[in-house]
């Protein structure tokens, strides 16, 4: 086991974003998180990184290291990385330097020339392509803006890395390469969350699923055996419902 969370709890005011989750994500194992939009996904991210609040309550356990109370600057340099669902590139850089602020942040710090083929390789291994890393990044479409955000994470040369909605807004035939890309990142030796709604996608590329509801997790196990619960049809026909 790589990390372990166990009863995290996040509120905002009188609403329980996140409560009592707890789940463990194995060596190389791809976890997928699903649930009805609101259900604490991307909060439960926040809550596991510290970026940009961690838990009210619970723990978190890393390589054998509680690291609830660990500075986002330190965790990320510690080996945990993650990606946005919102769009978090700097809009007015290229590529190549967007991904150098993040090598400049992972704690492997080199001479500029170093630096700059670190970030490379970054843009290399998500497949971003050569003829774009120094284009004005406001401008790429989404599927390459989508792989940058992994490329800045890839940077911090997590072991575990965290991926929250990377498909939502692609075609078919660019989540066919969103998925064979979290699959060679897997086999490059990371450890993947991955947060979709979309069942059909978890169901392809994760080891296991965990679903939440409201902030609770209401089924976990093999993708095939979570979809069938009635608990998860519930909660996502209740959604298309609304
Ligand atoms: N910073 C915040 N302040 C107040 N409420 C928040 C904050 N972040 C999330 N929430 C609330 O917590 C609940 C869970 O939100 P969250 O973004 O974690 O859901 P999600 O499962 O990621 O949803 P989606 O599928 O739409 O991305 C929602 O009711 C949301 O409005
Ligand atoms: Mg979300």
Redesign the pocket.
Known sequence: MILQAENLTKS??G?R??GGVSFTLEAREILGIA??????????F?ILTGIP?GPDSGRVVFEGNEIQSVAPEALSRSGIARTF?RESIFPSLSAVDNVLVSVEHSGRRGSDRENEAAAIAALDAVGFPQTLHNAPTATLPIFFRKTLMMASALAMSPRVLLL??PASSLTPGEIEHMKALILKLREAGISILL?E?VLPLLMTVCDRLVV?DQ?KVIAQGLPTEVVADPKVVEAYLGQAAK
Do not use: R, Y
């Open positions: 905002f005011g609403l974003a996140v649930g009805p939009n609101g259900s604490g996904k991307s909060t439960l926040n609040f669902q929250d909605e947060i709604h939440l902030g």
